[in-house]
């Protein structure tokens, strides 16, 4: 076991273990996930992990899941639960760490929350320490990594922060807004629970852990402004409590009152570094917020590139409007038809959109369009195309350019028209059917508002929207019959 240690990483469905996971299977440790819900695991790293189903809350489904493990993970937290979720926790903590003294593990590695120690803690904060006193009193050593917020594309407080920004050009700021925390890159942090592999922990311990700057949330949304090129107004306010912002919260954001709720409580307290230990021992420079944000705005967009349209509709975590289908922060409209005509023949009426072909229905819009476009300094719509039948990838097509294109099967095109956010338009050609076989063809377009300006674009044109994209789609499927 000490040649290849078997690693557990628990909460293996959440944001930080799911990550974790993804890091650790590029190493040589044997790993073990642990999830309530093994089927909600991603399925990318399944052949390299083995999953276990177990419940923290549910000692007997335990011993399976430590047998043979030299270090855990426990990166379990029940911020989503109720009003009973500190005794939750508490109960959680002391049933793991029974069970994995019981199983011989050599350490705990447990991610906590950073603030001080000083009375008033919220619950939430007051719950963290608590689990990692109940942790390391146990029996096996604990390294406890006390964490700040963390940014990364898809955490909760990125999310919070950019849902507010994105959608409130003033902001009402009370006093938690301005209180001091020393946020942590999810990459950084990843590199810091990594690092514990490699350490020896003959006894518990702690760490602080924190990104290079110390600011406040108004700051962080700040910098998150400047990035996307929003401008904001903050008024701040002497009284909002907790309760309050929280159903506010829940309102102008994907949190829900509870969540939000216990997440503000936990920010009324500065959390920043005092003991900067974590710096000698790891070796590890963590970036600052501004960087923070710029490297969490990068991620999304390359994930966002390599997402599949269609994929999202169905999501679960998308939810339809009367204007199309929200996808994290954008806006997408799809819609599909059937032709009787090849793939390829398909796909070269595709091909030719633009120039000289035009955009197959209600030109005179897009020239419309195009002029109210060049009339604000925009490109247009005369700027036609390289060649009358093929593309590739950077081709100019009138205001828009082609971003990727997969012959036969998928073009994607980026707008480059003045517009208060970015827009794609993608055309996927696929087979259905088996005794009569059909070539179908999606259309989606998808808009990334910046600001509520954007989204009052999209609500605005959606009616003008949806007449040239439906009169679009039955021209091209005409156009590939003939």
């Known amino acids: 076991m000490q040649n290849n240690p078997l690693i557990l990483v628990t909460g293996a469905s959440g944001y930080v273990g799911g990550r974790l996971l993804e890091k650790l ?36 489904s335990l011993p399976a899941a430590l047998k043979e493990v030299d270090t855990a993970f426990y990166l379990i937290h029940s911020m989503g639960s109720g009003e009973d979720f500190e005794s939750q926790e508490a109960a959680s903590a002391r049933n793991f760490a029974v069970a994995a003294r019981q199983a011989g593990v050599r350490k705990i590695i447990f991610l906590g929350g950073l603030c001080d120690e000083s009375p008033g803690l919220s619950a939430h904060m007051r719950s ?25 594309a898809g955490s909760l407080s990125f999310e919070m922060i950019r849902a507010l920004v994105q959608r409130l050009p003033v902001m009402v700021t009370p006093k938690w807004v301005y209180v001091k925390s020393q946020p942590i890159y999810i990459e950084d942090l990843l590199a810091y629970l990594v690092k514990t592999l490699e350490l020896d922990v003959p006894q518990s311990c702690i760490y602080e852990i924190g990104g290079a700057d110390v600011v406040s949330y108004k700051q962080i949304m700040s910098t998150y402004a400047s990035a996307r090129g929003l401008k904001r107004v903050f008024l701040p ?52 917020v501004e960087e923070a944000i710029t490297r969490a705005l990068q991620e999304e967009e390359q994930g966002f590139a390599l997402t599949r349209w269609s994929d999202s509709l169905s999501s679960g975590n998308t939810y339809r409007t009367w204007a199309g289908v929200r996808f994290g922060t954008r806006l997408v409209d799809s ?14 009426s595709v091909e030719k959109i633009g120039g000289e072909t035009g955009w197959y229905y209600a030109n005179f819009l897009w020239r419309i369009r195009g002029a109210v476009d060049e009339l604000f300094g925009g490109v247009g719509m005369r700027r036609g195309r390289r060649h009358p039948t093929e593309l590739r990838i950077g081709d100019v097509l009138d205001c828009w350019r082609v971003e990727s294109i997969e012959p036969g099967k998928r073009l994607r095109l980026k707008a480059e028209m003045k517009l208060p956010g970015r827009a794609w338009l993608e055309f996927e050609v696929s087979e259905t059917g088996v005794e009569s076989p059909k070539t179908t063809l999606r259309q989606t377009a998808v808009f990334d508002p910046q600001g509520l300006s954007g989204l009052c674009y999209w609500y605005g044109i959606f009616p003008v929207h949806v007449l040239i994209f439906k009169g679009m789609l039955k021209k091209i499927l005409k156009a590939a019959a003939v």
Not at 27 to 54: D, I, K, T, Y
Not at 269 to 275: G, K
């Open 237 to 288: 306010v002497p009284v909002l409590s907790p309760y309050l912002s929280s159903l506010w919260l829940g309102l102008v954001t994907p949190l829900f009152a509870r969540v939000g709720r216990k997440l503000i409580e936990s920010v009324t307290h500065p959390s920043v570094v005092v003991n900067d230990a974590a710096r000698q021992v790891f070796q590890i420079e963590p970036c600052g």
């Open 335 to 348: 819609r599909i038809g059937e032709s009787d005509a090849d793939p390829e023949r398909l796909f070269r």
């Open 25 to 60: 299977v590029k190493s040589n440790c044997r790993l073990r996930a642990m999830a309530r819900r093994p089927e909600g695991l991603q399925n990318q790293w399944r052949a390299q992990v083995e999953v276990v189903q177990a419940d923290v809350l549910e000692p007997e």
């Open 128 to 152: 963290r320490h608590e689990t990692g006193r109940i942790l390391r009193e146990g029996g096996v050593p604990v390294l406890e990594l006390r964490a700040s917020i963390i940014l990364g």
